[in-house]
């Protein structure tokens, strides 16, 4: 059953054989602030590319995200393969959209990762498309110019018609929407944004809905400063809420 759009969601931890069907969808929501990624146990897991690209960062605060999320990814996708971490291969789409290499493909597993600031959001599927964006609620960001430039004008108006308290919220929960459908189809930022509709519940609180032709959007409530968005192909699927934990050290 889906309970993720609520603000009472629990993520919950997840059941030691785990296992996903092809009429559900798990969603992971993963802490970066790994007290231990410093040690290099989370990129021992990680491919020689991996490696490479978190050693460009030049900063510890951007490297060690990249690290942790890429961690994460592998760690929960060996759990549904019964593969180890390391042996994962992955390859690119056209617009860069990762998925499993070809000799894993009969799996029919699906896959988008996410990240800001210090959360990941991994959504795991299987037989169809999906995208998932993960935002932090940046208080000092110029979300108007943002919208000005990248929302309809339908859009705009509803934004503007809420109370100001409310319109940072509404953005960021527009945002992680329209990002989430451009990851699903895979478009890359190149790729039309999707629109969608902002209303205001009885509970004055934010919703957003979209009516797009073979997808379905979703609304996830991560916590703290952060909205998210998930998106698959077809219709509406249950949803299964996890809270990723690495596992300790031996």
């Keep these: 059953m889906f309970d993720c759009e609520t603000s009472s969601t629990t993520w919950r931890t997840p059941p030691t054989d785990i296992s996903l069907s092809d009429s559900a969808v798990d969603v992971w929501l993963i802490s970066l602030a ?37 961690a994460a990814l592998r760690s929960i996708l060996s759990q549904y393969l019964n593969t180890a971490p390391v042996d994962l291969p992955f390859v690119s789409g056209i617009n860069g959209k990762p998925s499993l290499a070809p000799e894993l493909s009969g799996s029919g597993l699906q896959f988008n990762l996410s990240h800001s600031h210090e959360m990941a959001l991994l959504g795991v599927t299987r037989g169809r498309e999906i995208g998932v964006d993960i935002e932090w609620i940046k208080e000092d960001y110029g ?59 009885d509970e004055q609180r934010v919703r957003i809905h979209a009516s797009v032709r073979g ?25 299964n809420c996890y809270r990723w934990q690495p596992a300790p050290a031996r």
């Design 34 to 70: 790994q007290p231990s990624a410093a040690d290099g146990s989370f990129a021992d897991v990680l491919s020689s590319t991996e490696r490479e690209r978190a050693a460009r960062f030049k900063f510890d605060k951007h490297r060690r995200p990249f690290v942790v999320a890429h």
């Design 215 to 239: 997808w379905t959007l979703m609304e996830l409530s991560p916590g703290g400063s952060y909205e998210a968005a998930l998106v698959v192909e077809g219709g509406s699927l249950p949803v």
């Design 143 to 201: 979300f108007d110019e943002v919208a000005e430039r990248f929302f309809t004008a339908k859009e705009v108006a509803e934004l503007r018609a809420l109370s100001i308290h409310l319109q940072r919220q509404a953005f960021f929960k527009c945002w992680t929407s329209k990002e989430a459908f451009l990851k699903a189809k895979g478009t890359g930022l190149s790729g039309k944004l999707d629109e969608v509709k902002i209303t205001l519940s």
